[in-house]
């Protein structure tokens, strides 16, 4: 552990997923931010009142207290590849030049933000661009960027759950930031069945939902790990889907899919034994949060909270490996020679655009 914990400055906080992760690995949430009344409800049961409920907008930067690290996930439904996608051209896509703003005012050591696949491919690549040249021109020395692609399910999550990490370091720290290497692939993934067993013991955020008979119906046609598509064209319960997501079961021998925040039509993911959808402490499984934490708010709005939150025990791996920063135990590297922007992300980006990037 630490001799003196980092402090930490949590964005788009949501119930605390990432936060949790990185509480885990030993860092100190000394404050937190959002705007959704529930989440914040939960974030206080969970960690304390140090979120403050409100509009980033509102936010004077300056005035909070001085911190190493800045993390968040700033809104991500405009990048998002499951619904239409607006990107930065929006202003919940434009959300993200807070984060900017608060990094830029704070300087810590280094920022975490995270985001859906989709953001590298918003806007046609314009987007992510756009947001790796505002964090590289931050302060007097700009912040290097490290873009990767996590699969959750790589770092013990019960669910094929990918997203972007970008982490920033400060440009005068020698530091280095390489992604977590997996410990976990095809062959040992923690799988759903693994993931749900007893869950039926755990008493909070474990109700069921009522269904329609016509729903029990249309799972019961549907095999462990299939949707919709299952259901033979011939049959009277036949329905037309637009995305995957739509009457998907839990395979018992697999990591679940990714499990979305919102959406009716039967998007609510569905039980792999029984004919029908899981509890929000199944949800919560699948995100592999301890059964001790407890969510605030009816079904939906905990669903909502789940959904959109990092897994903790991804969040904990990139918390270990920045641990190595505020630990001061890395090999120093010649700021000079760092790249400025590195990561599974750079085949987004042309060798042009590539080049004026490096530019702080």
Same mark, same amino acid.
């Given at each position: ?147 990767? +692609?996590? @699969? ?12 972007? #990490?970008? /982490? &920033?370091?400060?440009? *005068? ?104 959808? +899981?509890? @929000? ?12 934490? #407890?969510? /605030? &708010?009816?079904?939906? *709005? ?59």
């Amino acid at each position: 552990m630490f001799t003196n914990k980092p402090k930490v400055i949590s964005l788009f906080s949501g119930c605390g997923g990432l936060d949790l992760g990185f509480k885990q690995m030993g860092f100190d949430i000394v404050w937190a931010n959002d705007s959704f009344h529930e989440a914040c409800e939960t974030y206080r049961l969970n960690f304390g009142n140090h979120i403050y409920e409100g509009d980033i907008a509102d936010v004077d930067f300056n005035s909070l207290t001085e911190c190493d690290l800045i993390t968040g996930g700033f809104p991500c439904q405009d990048f998002s590849m499951i619904w239409k996608r607006g990107g930065i051209e929006t202003d919940r896509g434009n959300l993200y030049k807070y984060f900017v703003k608060a990094v830029s005012e704070k300087l810590p050591k280094a920022f975490v933000a995270e985001n859906v696949k989709g953001l590298l491919t918003a806007n046609k690549g314009q987007a992510i661009k756009q947001i790796v040249k505002d964090f590289q021109n931050v302060g007097d020395f700009g912040y290097r960027i490290y873009i990767d +692609l996590y @699969n959750f399910a790589e770092y013990g999550v019960p669910q094929l759950r990918e997203r972007v #990490i970008m /982490v &920033g370091v400060r440009g *005068d720290i020698p530091f280095e930031f390489k992604k977590p290497i997996p410990s976990f692939n095809e062959t040992n993934y923690v799988t759903s069945g693994e993931a749900l067993k007893n869950v039926e013991k755990v008493l909070h955020n474990n109700e069921k939902i009522n269904i329609a008979e016509r729903t029990k119906t249309i799972i019961g046609l549907i095999p462990e790990g299939g949707n919709f598509t299952s259901i033979p064209k011939d049959s009277p319960f036949y329905v037309k889907g637009m995305i995957s997501h739509v009457y998907r079961r839990l395979h018992r021998n697999r990591p679940s899919k990714t499990i979305i925040a919102g959406g009716g039509g039967g998007t609510w993911g569905y039980h792999f034994e029984e004919p029908r959808p +899981l509890t @929000n402490r199944e949800r919560a499984r699948l995100f592999a949060y301890p059964d001790d934490f #407890i969510f /605030v &708010g009816n079904i939906a *709005d905990v669903r909502r909270q789940i959904g959109n939150s990092v897994p903790p025990l991804g969040a904990r791996a990139v918390a270990e490996e920045l641990k190595k920063l505020f630990d001061e135990d890395y090999e120093k590297v010649e700021v000079s020679s760092l790249k400025q922007l590195s990561g599974d992300a750079l085949k987004f980006f042309d060798k042009e655009n590539i080049s004026q990037l490096s530019l702080v």
